[in-house]
């Protein structure tokens, strides 16, 4: 076999796996839809059977707007996490100039503060 074909299958081989998984995902994602249209839709008529047609729906819409929310909340906290991260020090001399450099601004930060008060 030449290096070619070996190359080739193997990207066949795993652009098998992508569409094979994508396809299963989209296939969980369509079920997932689908039985959210059908729990809403019983949790509709139990509450209209209590509460009216319009504060059914009202209900429904807050459960949904709240669901959002802390969805939009916890992807918003995820990527705050994720982004913010201290620069990794890689050896000891830069951590050494770094704590020098922050000592300097602190005493300059501490020094233009006692002048202020006298």
């Known amino acids: 076999m030449r290096l070619e074909n070996i190359a080739g ?3 066949d081989h795993i652009l098998g ?3 094979r998984r994508a396809l299963l995902v989209l296939l969980i994602a369509g079920f997932a839809v689908v039985a959210l249209y059908y729990f809403t839709a019983a949790g509709s008529l139990s509450l209209e059977t209590h509460y009216g047609a319009l504060h059914a729906l009202l209900i429904v819409g807050a459960v949904y707007a709240a669901v959002a929310i802390a969805f939009a909340i916890w ?3 995820l990527n705050k996490r994720a982004s913010v ?5 890689s050896n000891q001399r830069d951590m050494q100039i770094a704590m020098l450099v922050e000592a300097v601004m602190l005493g300059y930060a501490l020094a233009r503060k006692g002048s202020r008060i006298s």
């Open 9 to 11: 299958l193997a990207f």
């Open 17 to 19: 796996r992508i569409l």
């Open 75 to 77: 992807w918003a906290r």
């Open 85 to 89: 991260s201290a620069p990794v020090l």
